[in-house]
Protein backbone atom coordinates (compact mmCIF):
# COMPACT_ATOMS: atom_id res chain seq x y z
CA UNK A 1 0.00 0.00 0.00
CA UNK A 2 2.90 2.15 0.49
CA UNK A 3 4.42 1.75 -2.33
CA UNK A 4 0.67 2.85 -4.00
CA UNK A 5 -0.09 5.97 -1.87
CA UNK A 6 3.96 7.08 -3.02
CA UNK A 7 2.79 6.98 -6.88
CA UNK A 8 -0.07 8.87 -6.37
CA UNK A 9 1.63 11.01 -4.51
CA UNK A 10 4.11 11.48 -7.20
CA UNK A 11 1.42 11.76 -9.65
CA UNK A 12 -0.22 14.42 -7.66
CA UNK A 13 2.97 16.48 -7.53
CA UNK A 14 3.06 16.58 -11.09
CA UNK A 15 -0.24 16.77 -11.87
CA UNK A 16 -0.98 20.34 -14.06
CA UNK A 17 -4.38 20.28 -13.01
CA UNK A 18 -3.55 20.68 -9.48
CA UNK A 19 -1.32 23.40 -9.95
CA UNK A 20 -3.34 25.24 -11.60
CA UNK A 21 -6.00 25.36 -9.55
CA UNK A 22 -4.19 25.80 -6.45
CA UNK A 23 -2.61 29.35 -8.64
CA UNK A 24 -5.51 30.18 -9.25
CA UNK A 25 -6.64 30.42 -5.93
CA UNK A 26 -3.89 31.47 -4.75
CA UNK A 27 -4.17 34.60 -7.07
CA UNK A 28 -8.01 35.04 -6.07
CA UNK A 29 -6.99 34.59 -1.85
CA UNK A 30 -4.28 37.23 -2.34
CA UNK A 31 -6.12 39.33 -4.80
CA UNK A 32 -9.80 39.82 -3.74
CA UNK A 33 -9.22 41.51 -0.28
CA UNK A 34 -7.05 43.73 -1.82
CA UNK A 35 -9.93 44.63 -4.10
CA UNK A 36 -12.00 45.37 -1.28
CA UNK A 37 -9.00 47.63 0.37
CA UNK A 38 -9.43 49.35 -2.63
CA UNK A 39 -13.13 49.44 -2.69
CA UNK A 40 -13.60 50.38 0.80
CA UNK A 41 -11.47 51.85 3.90
CA UNK A 42 -9.50 49.28 5.38
CA UNK A 43 -10.66 50.01 8.70
CA UNK A 44 -14.38 49.35 8.25
CA UNK A 45 -13.75 45.46 7.25
CA UNK A 46 -13.47 43.06 10.18
CA UNK A 47 -11.11 40.28 9.58
CA UNK A 48 -13.59 38.11 11.51
CA UNK A 49 -16.45 39.27 9.65
CA UNK A 50 -14.62 38.74 6.00
CA UNK A 51 -13.66 35.33 7.06
CA UNK A 52 -16.88 34.12 8.58
CA UNK A 53 -19.08 35.69 5.40
CA UNK A 54 -16.65 36.19 2.55
CA UNK A 55 -13.82 33.10 2.95
CA UNK A 56 -15.96 30.57 5.09
CA UNK A 57 -19.30 31.45 2.61
CA UNK A 58 -17.40 31.56 -0.57
CA UNK A 59 -14.93 28.60 0.28
CA UNK A 60 -18.24 26.33 0.52
CA UNK A 61 -18.23 26.91 -3.95
CA UNK A 62 -14.39 25.82 -3.60
CA UNK A 63 -15.11 22.69 -1.76
CA UNK A 64 -17.65 21.58 -3.75
CA UNK A 65 -16.88 22.72 -7.44
CA UNK A 66 -12.46 23.16 -7.69
CA UNK A 67 -11.90 19.73 -6.66
CA UNK A 68 -14.15 18.20 -9.68
CA UNK A 69 -12.08 19.36 -11.93
CA UNK A 70 -9.00 17.66 -9.96
CA UNK A 71 -11.00 14.59 -10.19
CA UNK A 72 -11.76 14.33 -13.71
CA UNK A 73 -7.52 15.04 -14.09
CA UNK A 74 -6.24 13.03 -11.74
CA UNK A 75 -8.13 10.21 -11.62
CA UNK A 76 -10.77 9.86 -14.72
CA UNK A 77 -8.05 10.45 -17.42
CA UNK A 78 -5.79 7.28 -16.37
CA UNK A 79 -8.69 5.38 -18.01
CA UNK A 80 -8.98 7.75 -21.16
CA UNK A 81 -4.76 7.51 -20.75
CA UNK A 82 -4.84 3.71 -20.41
CA UNK A 83 -2.80 4.13 -17.80
CA UNK A 84 -5.50 2.18 -15.29
CA UNK A 85 -4.77 -0.87 -17.20
CA UNK A 86 -0.94 -0.37 -16.20
CA UNK A 87 -2.18 0.20 -12.46
CA UNK A 88 -4.72 -2.93 -12.46
CA UNK A 89 -1.88 -5.29 -14.11
CA UNK A 90 0.71 -3.99 -11.99
CA UNK A 91 -0.64 -7.13 -9.68
CA UNK A 92 -1.55 -4.81 -6.42
CA UNK A 93 -5.57 -5.14 -4.85
CA UNK A 94 -7.97 -3.33 -6.78
CA UNK A 95 -9.19 -2.23 -3.14
CA UNK A 96 -5.58 -0.90 -2.19
CA UNK A 97 -5.14 0.90 -5.67
CA UNK A 98 -8.64 2.44 -5.22
CA UNK A 99 -8.03 3.82 -1.54
CA UNK A 100 -4.18 4.57 -2.41
CA UNK A 101 -5.92 7.10 -5.15
CA UNK A 102 -8.67 8.26 -2.75
CA UNK A 103 -6.34 9.26 -0.20
CA UNK A 104 -4.10 11.13 -2.50
CA UNK A 105 -7.19 12.98 -4.04
CA UNK A 106 -8.52 13.61 -0.51
CA UNK A 107 -4.88 15.02 0.56
CA UNK A 108 -5.29 17.03 -2.81
CA UNK A 109 -8.92 18.05 -2.35
CA UNK A 110 -7.88 19.22 1.10
CA UNK A 111 -5.11 21.44 0.20
CA UNK A 112 -7.38 23.31 -2.69
CA UNK A 113 -9.85 23.71 0.28
CA UNK A 114 -7.51 25.39 2.62
CA UNK A 115 -6.47 28.05 0.46
CA UNK A 116 -8.86 30.42 0.72
CA UNK A 117 -9.39 29.73 4.68
CA UNK A 118 -5.53 30.14 4.83
CA UNK A 119 -4.03 32.51 2.55
CA UNK A 120 -7.19 34.90 2.19
CA UNK A 121 -7.21 34.91 5.63
CA UNK A 122 -4.11 35.55 6.13
CA UNK A 123 -4.19 38.32 3.04
CA UNK A 124 -6.74 40.13 4.39
CA UNK A 125 -5.54 40.12 7.70
CA UNK A 126 -2.94 42.16 6.74
CA UNK A 127 -4.58 44.55 4.33
CA UNK A 128 -7.18 45.57 7.30
CA UNK A 129 -4.76 45.65 10.09
CA UNK A 130 -5.28 42.66 11.88
CA UNK A 131 -8.54 44.51 12.47
CA UNK A 132 -10.68 42.32 14.63
CA UNK A 133 -8.99 38.97 14.07
CA UNK A 134 -10.89 35.64 14.28
CA UNK A 135 -10.77 33.61 17.61
CA UNK A 136 -8.05 31.18 17.39
CA UNK A 137 -9.83 28.32 18.67
CA UNK A 138 -12.98 29.02 15.91
CA UNK A 139 -10.61 29.75 13.41
CA UNK A 140 -8.46 26.03 14.24
CA UNK A 141 -12.21 24.42 14.43
CA UNK A 142 -13.26 25.74 10.97
CA UNK A 143 -9.77 24.83 9.32
CA UNK A 144 -10.02 21.34 10.27
CA UNK A 145 -13.94 21.41 9.55
CA UNK A 146 -13.00 22.41 6.41
CA UNK A 147 -10.38 20.18 5.56
CA UNK A 148 -12.24 16.73 6.85
CA UNK A 149 -15.56 17.95 4.76
CA UNK A 150 -13.02 18.06 2.10
CA UNK A 151 -12.20 14.52 2.05
CA UNK A 152 -15.81 13.66 2.04
CA UNK A 153 -16.77 15.58 -0.62
CA UNK A 154 -13.70 13.71 -2.31
CA UNK A 155 -15.17 10.69 -1.58
CA UNK A 156 -18.09 11.27 -3.61
CA UNK A 157 -16.31 12.77 -6.51
CA UNK A 158 -13.97 9.76 -6.09
CA UNK A 159 -16.81 7.24 -7.06
CA UNK A 160 -18.32 9.22 -10.03
CA UNK A 161 -15.37 10.10 -11.21
CA UNK A 162 -14.67 5.95 -11.55
CA UNK A 163 -17.64 5.38 -12.29
CA UNK A 164 -17.56 7.65 -15.30
CA UNK A 165 -13.92 7.28 -16.33
CA UNK A 166 -14.26 10.08 -18.78
CA UNK A 167 -12.28 13.50 -17.82
CA UNK A 168 -15.07 15.76 -19.77
CA UNK A 169 -17.70 13.59 -19.04
CA UNK A 170 -16.68 13.78 -14.77
CA UNK A 171 -15.97 17.04 -15.39
CA UNK A 172 -19.25 18.13 -16.79
CA UNK A 173 -21.57 15.87 -15.35
CA UNK A 174 -19.87 16.79 -11.62
CA UNK A 175 -20.02 20.50 -11.76
CA UNK A 176 -23.79 20.10 -12.84
CA UNK A 177 -24.54 17.57 -9.79
CA UNK A 178 -22.78 19.92 -7.20
CA UNK A 179 -24.45 23.10 -8.12
CA UNK A 180 -27.51 21.59 -8.31
CA UNK A 181 -27.98 18.82 -5.63
CA UNK A 182 -28.42 20.27 -2.41
CA UNK A 183 -30.96 22.74 -3.75
CA UNK A 184 -32.61 19.80 -5.28
CA UNK A 185 -32.32 17.56 -1.71
CA UNK A 186 -33.32 20.87 -0.09
CA UNK A 187 -36.85 20.71 -2.00
CA UNK A 188 -37.22 16.91 -1.69
CA UNK A 189 -36.60 17.27 2.38
CA UNK A 190 -38.94 20.18 2.24
CA UNK A 191 -41.64 18.12 0.44
CA UNK A 192 -40.98 14.70 1.71
CA UNK A 193 -40.53 14.32 4.80
CA UNK A 194 -39.30 10.79 5.12
CA UNK A 195 -35.88 12.59 3.27
CA UNK A 196 -35.92 15.70 5.57
CA UNK A 197 -33.57 13.58 7.88
CA UNK A 198 -31.16 12.43 5.09
CA UNK A 199 -30.76 16.73 4.03
CA UNK A 200 -30.07 17.32 7.15
CA UNK A 201 -27.20 14.66 8.02
CA UNK A 202 -25.43 15.31 4.36
CA UNK A 203 -22.67 16.55 4.21
CA UNK A 204 -24.44 18.98 1.91
CA UNK A 205 -26.19 20.82 4.81
CA UNK A 206 -23.31 20.70 7.51
CA UNK A 207 -20.97 22.05 5.59
CA UNK A 208 -22.76 25.45 5.49
CA UNK A 209 -22.92 24.67 9.21
CA UNK A 210 -19.18 25.44 9.72
CA UNK A 211 -19.52 29.18 10.27
CA UNK A 212 -21.35 28.28 13.40
CA UNK A 213 -19.21 25.74 14.52
CA UNK A 214 -19.04 27.94 18.08
CA UNK A 215 -22.68 28.07 18.73
CA UNK A 216 -22.86 24.37 17.93
CA UNK A 217 -24.12 21.75 20.81
CA UNK A 218 -21.50 19.32 21.76
CA UNK A 219 -24.72 16.68 20.09
CA UNK A 220 -24.32 18.98 16.79
CA UNK A 221 -20.37 19.03 16.70
CA UNK A 222 -20.56 15.15 16.80
CA UNK A 223 -22.70 14.95 14.12
CA UNK A 224 -20.67 17.52 12.54
CA UNK A 225 -17.80 15.37 12.70
CA UNK A 226 -19.30 11.74 12.43
CA UNK A 227 -21.36 12.59 8.97
CA UNK A 228 -18.40 13.18 7.08
CA UNK A 229 -16.03 10.58 8.42
CA UNK A 230 -19.21 8.17 7.66
CA UNK A 231 -19.76 9.58 4.03
CA UNK A 232 -15.60 9.01 3.48
CA UNK A 233 -16.27 5.52 4.85
CA UNK A 234 -19.82 4.36 2.69
CA UNK A 235 -18.49 6.35 -0.26
CA UNK A 236 -15.23 4.67 -0.20
CA UNK A 237 -16.23 1.29 0.28
CA UNK A 238 -18.72 1.99 -2.92
CA UNK A 239 -16.16 3.15 -4.99
CA UNK A 240 -13.94 0.30 -4.17
CA UNK A 241 -16.33 -2.27 -4.74
CA UNK A 242 -17.52 -0.88 -8.07
CA UNK A 243 -14.09 -0.22 -8.87
CA UNK A 244 -13.27 -4.00 -8.35
CA UNK A 245 -16.38 -5.00 -9.91
CA UNK A 246 -15.04 -2.10 -13.39
CA UNK A 247 -13.80 -3.91 -16.68
CA UNK A 248 -11.02 -1.33 -17.46
CA UNK A 249 -11.01 -0.30 -21.05
CA UNK B 1 8.47 -31.66 -17.11
CA UNK B 2 7.62 -28.89 -19.73
CA UNK B 3 7.27 -25.83 -17.79
CA UNK B 4 3.95 -23.32 -18.54
CA UNK B 5 4.26 -19.80 -17.70
CA UNK B 6 0.35 -19.41 -18.77
CA UNK B 7 -2.10 -21.79 -19.54
CA UNK B 8 -6.51 -21.41 -19.91
CA UNK B 9 -8.53 -23.99 -19.20
CA UNK B 10 -12.23 -23.59 -21.38
CA UNK B 11 -12.15 -19.72 -21.33
CA UNK B 12 -15.14 -17.61 -22.22
CA UNK B 13 -16.40 -14.29 -21.93
CA UNK B 14 -20.05 -13.15 -23.15
CA UNK B 15 -20.30 -9.48 -24.11
CA UNK B 16 -24.43 -9.33 -24.06
CA UNK B 17 -25.35 -11.46 -27.31
CA UNK B 18 -21.91 -11.61 -28.56
CA UNK B 19 -19.19 -14.45 -27.65
CA UNK B 20 -15.74 -12.64 -27.43
CA UNK B 21 -14.36 -15.88 -26.25
CA UNK B 22 -15.37 -19.91 -26.93
CA UNK B 23 -13.79 -22.15 -24.87
CA UNK B 24 -10.56 -21.21 -25.02
CA UNK B 25 -7.75 -23.98 -23.96
CA UNK B 26 -4.53 -21.69 -24.23
CA UNK B 27 -0.44 -22.48 -23.08
CA UNK B 28 2.53 -20.82 -23.24
CA UNK B 29 5.72 -22.49 -22.35
CA UNK B 30 8.36 -20.72 -20.57
CA UNK B 31 10.93 -19.58 -22.99
CA UNK B 32 9.07 -19.34 -25.40
CA UNK B 33 8.06 -16.52 -27.78
CA UNK B 34 3.88 -16.93 -28.59
CA UNK B 35 2.56 -14.89 -31.70
CA UNK B 36 -0.76 -14.43 -30.89
CA UNK B 37 -3.02 -14.22 -34.56
CA UNK B 38 -6.06 -13.28 -35.25
CA UNK B 39 -7.74 -10.62 -37.42
CA UNK B 40 -9.39 -7.71 -35.42
CA UNK B 41 -12.55 -8.45 -33.27
CA UNK B 42 -11.02 -12.36 -33.37
CA UNK B 43 -10.66 -12.51 -29.29
CA UNK B 44 -7.06 -11.62 -28.95
CA UNK B 45 -6.87 -8.00 -26.78
CA UNK B 46 -10.22 -9.74 -24.41
CA UNK B 47 -7.74 -12.66 -24.27
CA UNK B 48 -5.19 -10.26 -23.17
CA UNK B 49 -7.22 -8.27 -20.83
CA UNK B 50 -8.75 -11.54 -19.01
CA UNK B 51 -4.83 -12.45 -18.18
CA UNK B 52 -3.67 -9.28 -17.31
CA UNK B 53 -6.56 -8.81 -15.00
CA UNK B 54 -8.34 -6.16 -16.37
CA UNK B 55 -11.31 -7.85 -17.06
CA UNK B 56 -12.99 -11.32 -15.66
CA UNK B 57 -14.10 -14.05 -17.94
CA UNK B 58 -17.14 -15.49 -17.74
CA UNK B 59 -16.65 -18.83 -16.94
CA UNK B 60 -13.12 -20.79 -17.42
CA UNK B 61 -10.09 -20.44 -15.60
CA UNK B 62 -6.51 -18.63 -15.93
CA UNK B 63 -3.12 -19.74 -14.58
CA UNK B 64 -0.30 -18.09 -14.45
CA UNK B 65 2.95 -19.46 -13.22
CA UNK B 66 0.46 -22.38 -11.87
CA UNK B 67 -1.73 -19.88 -9.86
CA UNK B 68 -5.14 -19.70 -10.57
CA UNK B 69 -7.02 -18.55 -7.81
CA UNK B 70 -7.76 -15.04 -6.21
CA UNK B 71 -4.74 -13.48 -4.74
CA UNK B 72 -2.40 -15.77 -5.96
CA UNK B 73 -3.49 -15.64 -8.96
CA UNK B 74 -3.09 -11.12 -8.42
CA UNK B 75 0.29 -11.77 -7.01
CA UNK B 76 1.51 -13.66 -10.30
CA UNK B 77 0.83 -10.57 -12.03
CA UNK B 78 3.49 -9.11 -10.02
CA UNK B 79 5.74 -11.35 -12.79
CA UNK B 80 4.44 -10.20 -15.51
CA UNK B 81 4.88 -6.95 -17.81
CA UNK B 82 2.04 -5.96 -20.14
CA UNK B 83 1.60 -3.44 -22.76
CA UNK B 84 -1.97 -3.45 -23.77
CA UNK B 85 -4.13 -1.64 -27.05
CA UNK B 86 -1.12 0.66 -27.20
CA UNK B 87 1.43 2.14 -24.75
CA UNK B 88 -0.27 3.59 -21.98
CA UNK B 89 1.33 7.02 -20.75
CA UNK B 90 1.19 9.98 -18.51
CA UNK B 91 1.35 12.67 -21.71
CA UNK B 92 1.95 15.66 -19.51
CA UNK B 93 5.14 13.45 -18.35
CA UNK B 94 8.92 12.83 -19.45
CA UNK B 95 10.02 9.21 -19.92
CA UNK B 96 12.37 9.45 -16.92
CA UNK B 97 8.78 10.82 -14.74
CA UNK B 98 6.38 8.32 -16.50
CA UNK B 99 9.09 5.17 -15.47
CA UNK B 100 8.85 6.83 -12.20
CA UNK B 101 5.70 6.96 -12.30
CA UNK B 102 5.83 2.64 -12.81
CA UNK B 103 8.44 2.24 -10.51
CA UNK B 104 6.60 3.66 -7.29
CA UNK B 105 3.51 1.80 -8.54
CA UNK B 106 5.92 -1.57 -8.65
CA UNK B 107 7.38 -0.80 -5.70
CA UNK B 108 10.86 -1.42 -7.16
CA UNK B 109 13.54 -0.31 -5.27
CA UNK B 110 15.76 2.05 -5.90
CA UNK B 111 16.21 4.28 -9.41
CA UNK B 112 18.64 2.57 -11.59
CA UNK B 113 16.54 0.62 -13.10
CA UNK B 114 15.05 3.75 -15.15
CA UNK B 115 18.12 4.64 -16.99
CA UNK B 116 18.72 0.77 -17.47
CA UNK B 117 15.61 0.28 -18.83
CA UNK B 118 15.75 3.54 -21.19
CA UNK B 119 18.95 2.39 -22.73
CA UNK B 120 17.67 -0.79 -23.38
CA UNK B 121 14.79 0.35 -25.88
CA UNK B 122 16.35 3.11 -26.93
CA UNK B 123 15.10 6.12 -24.80
CA UNK B 124 18.27 7.26 -23.46
CA UNK B 125 18.49 10.92 -23.55
CA UNK B 126 14.76 12.28 -24.51
CA UNK B 127 15.69 14.79 -21.44
CA UNK B 128 12.78 17.09 -20.58
CA UNK B 129 10.17 16.10 -23.81
CA UNK B 130 6.86 15.24 -22.60
CA UNK B 131 5.52 11.87 -23.65
CA UNK B 132 2.71 13.36 -25.69
CA UNK B 133 5.72 15.01 -28.12
CA UNK B 134 6.91 12.07 -28.91
CA UNK B 135 6.47 10.28 -31.82
CA UNK B 136 4.55 7.16 -32.12
CA UNK B 137 7.14 4.80 -32.17
CA UNK B 138 8.84 6.84 -29.09
CA UNK B 139 5.73 5.83 -27.48
CA UNK B 140 5.42 2.62 -28.64
CA UNK B 141 9.75 1.82 -26.93
CA UNK B 142 8.41 3.92 -23.83
CA UNK B 143 5.32 1.54 -23.81
CA UNK B 144 7.68 -1.40 -24.02
CA UNK B 145 10.21 0.14 -21.26
CA UNK B 146 7.41 0.43 -18.75
CA UNK B 147 6.15 -3.21 -19.29
CA UNK B 148 9.84 -4.25 -18.76
CA UNK B 149 10.43 -2.28 -15.45
CA UNK B 150 10.47 -4.95 -12.21
CA UNK B 151 12.46 -7.52 -14.73
CA UNK B 152 9.12 -9.21 -15.22
CA UNK B 153 9.56 -12.93 -16.25
CA UNK B 154 6.88 -13.12 -18.72
CA UNK B 155 6.00 -9.94 -21.01
CA UNK B 156 2.56 -9.30 -22.38
CA UNK B 157 2.99 -6.97 -25.90
CA UNK B 158 -0.33 -6.05 -27.91
CA UNK B 159 0.80 -4.54 -31.10
CA UNK B 160 3.72 -3.95 -30.20
CA UNK B 161 4.99 -3.11 -33.67
CA UNK B 162 2.30 -0.50 -34.75
CA UNK B 163 3.55 2.70 -35.82
CA UNK B 164 7.07 1.98 -35.76
CA UNK B 165 9.35 2.56 -38.48
CA UNK B 166 11.13 0.14 -40.33
CA UNK B 167 14.30 0.29 -38.62
CA UNK B 168 12.11 0.78 -35.35
CA UNK B 169 10.41 -2.94 -36.28
CA UNK B 170 13.84 -4.23 -36.64
CA UNK B 171 15.08 -2.81 -33.44
CA UNK B 172 12.20 -4.43 -31.30
CA UNK B 173 12.87 -7.56 -33.18
CA UNK B 174 16.13 -7.51 -31.67
CA UNK B 175 15.45 -6.30 -28.52
CA UNK B 176 12.47 -8.76 -28.08
CA UNK B 177 15.14 -11.37 -28.83
CA UNK B 178 17.73 -10.46 -26.86
CA UNK B 179 15.14 -10.53 -23.92
CA UNK B 180 13.98 -13.47 -24.64
CA UNK B 181 17.21 -15.52 -25.66
CA UNK B 182 19.59 -13.81 -22.64
CA UNK B 183 17.47 -13.02 -20.10
CA UNK B 184 14.76 -16.23 -20.34
CA UNK B 185 11.62 -14.24 -20.59
CA UNK B 186 8.49 -15.42 -21.98
CA UNK B 187 6.86 -13.34 -24.52
CA UNK B 188 3.29 -12.89 -25.85
CA UNK B 189 2.85 -10.76 -28.49
CA UNK B 190 0.27 -10.31 -30.53
CA UNK B 191 0.51 -8.33 -33.74
CA UNK B 192 -1.15 -7.64 -37.34
CA UNK B 193 2.40 -7.96 -39.32
CA UNK B 194 2.49 -11.54 -39.54
CA UNK B 195 5.73 -11.71 -41.60
CA UNK B 196 7.56 -9.98 -38.26
CA UNK B 197 5.36 -12.34 -36.82
CA UNK B 198 6.98 -14.69 -38.43
CA UNK B 199 10.88 -13.79 -37.88
CA UNK B 200 10.20 -13.89 -33.91
CA UNK B 201 8.17 -16.43 -32.56
CA UNK B 202 8.69 -19.80 -32.09
CA UNK B 203 5.14 -20.77 -30.79
CA UNK B 204 2.32 -19.68 -32.50
CA UNK B 205 -1.74 -19.53 -31.70
CA UNK B 206 -4.59 -18.83 -34.03
CA UNK B 207 -7.79 -17.22 -33.19
CA UNK B 208 -10.52 -16.72 -34.71
CA UNK B 209 -14.32 -15.28 -33.92
CA UNK B 210 -13.58 -16.08 -30.00
CA UNK B 211 -12.16 -19.99 -31.13
CA UNK B 212 -8.76 -21.02 -30.59
CA UNK B 213 -7.86 -22.63 -33.72
CA UNK B 214 -4.82 -24.33 -33.46
CA UNK B 215 -1.70 -23.57 -31.47
CA UNK B 216 1.66 -24.76 -33.29
CA UNK B 217 5.29 -24.53 -33.19
CA UNK B 218 7.51 -23.07 -35.58
CA UNK B 219 8.96 -26.11 -36.58
CA UNK B 220 5.21 -27.59 -37.43
CA UNK B 221 3.91 -24.10 -39.12
CA UNK B 222 7.40 -24.91 -41.15
CA UNK B 223 6.15 -28.10 -42.09
CA UNK B 224 2.71 -26.88 -42.80
CA UNK B 225 4.06 -24.06 -44.54
CA UNK B 226 3.99 -25.90 -47.67
CA UNK B 227 6.95 -26.04 -50.45
CA UNK B 228 5.87 -25.77 -53.82
CA UNK B 229 6.79 -25.24 -57.75
CA UNK B 230 5.10 -22.37 -59.30
CA UNK B 231 4.59 -23.32 -63.08
CA UNK B 232 3.53 -21.49 -65.43
CA UNK B 233 2.90 -23.10 -69.11
CA UNK B 234 1.15 -22.14 -72.67
CA UNK B 235 -1.47 -25.35 -71.64
CA UNK B 236 -2.03 -25.57 -67.94
CA UNK B 237 -4.94 -28.47 -68.96
CA UNK B 238 -2.65 -30.48 -70.60
CA UNK B 239 0.36 -29.99 -67.98
CA UNK B 240 -2.11 -31.16 -65.57
CA UNK B 241 -2.69 -34.25 -67.16
CA UNK B 242 0.98 -34.80 -67.41
CA UNK B 243 1.64 -34.38 -64.06
CA UNK B 244 -0.91 -36.56 -62.84
CA UNK B 245 -0.20 -39.35 -64.91
CA UNK B 246 4.01 -39.16 -65.16
CA UNK B 247 4.57 -37.80 -61.84
CA UNK B 248 1.28 -40.14 -59.86
CA UNK B 249 0.51 -37.16 -58.06
CA UNK B 250 -2.58 -34.89 -57.23
CA UNK B 251 -1.11 -33.07 -54.97
CA UNK B 252 -1.22 -29.64 -57.35
CA UNK B 253 -4.05 -26.76 -57.63
CA UNK B 254 -4.16 -25.42 -61.13
CA UNK B 255 -5.62 -21.67 -60.26
CA UNK B 256 -7.79 -19.37 -62.38
CA UNK B 257 -4.96 -17.75 -64.24
CA UNK B 258 -3.14 -20.97 -65.62
CA UNK B 259 -0.48 -20.76 -63.01
CA UNK B 260 0.26 -24.22 -61.17
CA UNK B 261 1.44 -24.82 -57.74
CA UNK B 262 2.77 -28.70 -57.61
CA UNK B 263 3.68 -29.75 -53.87
CA UNK B 264 6.25 -32.48 -53.16
CA UNK B 265 9.04 -31.63 -56.13
CA UNK B 266 10.76 -28.94 -54.76
CA UNK B 267 13.86 -30.79 -54.42
CA UNK B 268 13.78 -32.40 -57.65
CA UNK B 269 12.53 -29.52 -60.18
CA UNK B 270 14.72 -30.85 -62.74
CA UNK B 271 12.36 -33.86 -63.20
CA UNK B 272 9.70 -31.91 -63.67
CA UNK B 273 11.09 -29.66 -66.10
CA UNK B 274 12.14 -32.07 -67.94
CA UNK B 275 9.00 -34.26 -68.54
CA UNK B 276 6.70 -31.13 -69.26
CA UNK B 277 9.57 -30.15 -71.72
CA UNK B 278 9.67 -33.90 -73.13
CA UNK B 279 5.44 -33.35 -73.80
CA UNK B 280 6.05 -30.36 -75.83
CA UNK B 281 4.99 -28.05 -73.41
CA UNK B 282 6.64 -24.52 -73.01
CA UNK B 283 7.56 -23.54 -69.69
CA UNK B 284 6.80 -19.68 -69.17
CA UNK B 285 7.32 -19.70 -65.27
CA UNK B 286 9.17 -22.27 -63.16
CA UNK B 287 9.91 -21.27 -59.93
CA UNK B 288 10.02 -23.15 -56.27
CA UNK B 289 7.71 -21.00 -53.38
CA UNK B 290 6.76 -21.38 -49.75
CA UNK B 291 3.54 -20.86 -48.49
CA UNK B 292 4.27 -17.90 -45.26
CA UNK B 293 2.24 -17.49 -42.09
CA UNK B 294 -0.17 -14.92 -43.74
CA UNK B 295 -1.31 -17.85 -46.48
CA UNK B 296 -1.57 -20.35 -43.81
CA UNK B 297 -3.09 -17.78 -41.45
CA UNK B 298 -5.93 -17.11 -44.13
CA UNK B 299 -6.12 -20.69 -45.07
CA UNK B 300 -6.84 -21.59 -41.88
CA UNK B 301 -9.62 -19.45 -40.94
CA UNK B 302 -11.17 -20.21 -44.32
CA UNK B 303 -10.64 -16.47 -46.09
CA UNK B 304 -9.22 -16.39 -49.87
CA UNK B 305 -5.52 -14.69 -49.70
CA UNK B 306 -4.38 -12.94 -52.76
CA UNK B 307 -0.45 -12.75 -52.36
Given at each position: ?G???????????????????????????????????????????????????????????????????????????????????????????????????????????????????L??????????????????????????????????????????????????????????????????????????????????????????????????????????????????I???????????K???? | ??????????????????????K?????????????I?????????????????????????????????????????????????????????????????????????????E????????????K???R????????????A??????????????P??????M?????????????????????????????????A????????????????????????K?Y???????????????????????????P????????????????????V??????????????????????????????
Amino acid sequence: MGNLIKSEWYKLKKDRSFWLLTFLLVITSIGYPLLIVMDEATLAVKVNDFYQYSVLGGNNYVIKLVPCILAGFFISSEYSNGTMKNMVASGNSRIQLYFAKLIIFSVGTMVISLILPLLMTGASAVYFSFYEMPDLGYFLQTIWLTALYGAAFASIMALFATLLADSGKAIGFMLIFFILFDSVLYSVANNISMFEPVFNYSVFKLLLEIVNVSALSSGEMTKMIVVPVVTFIVFGLLGSILYKKKEIK
Amino acid sequence: MIEYVLKTSHLSKQFKNQTALNKVDLSIKKGSIYGFIGQNGAGKSTLIRIISGLASPTTGTVELFVHSNGQALNEARKRIGTMIEGPALYPHMTAVENLEAHRLLKGIPGKECIEKTLELVGLQGTGKKKARNFSLGMKQRLGIAIALLGDPEFLILDEPINGLDPMGVVEVRELLKKLNQEYGITILISSHILSELHLLATHYGIIHKGHLLEQLTLDELNKKCKQYLHIKVDNPEKAAAVIESNLSTREFEVLPDGLIKLFGFVDTPGIVSSILVNEGLVIEHFMPMGQDLESYFMERIGGVHHG
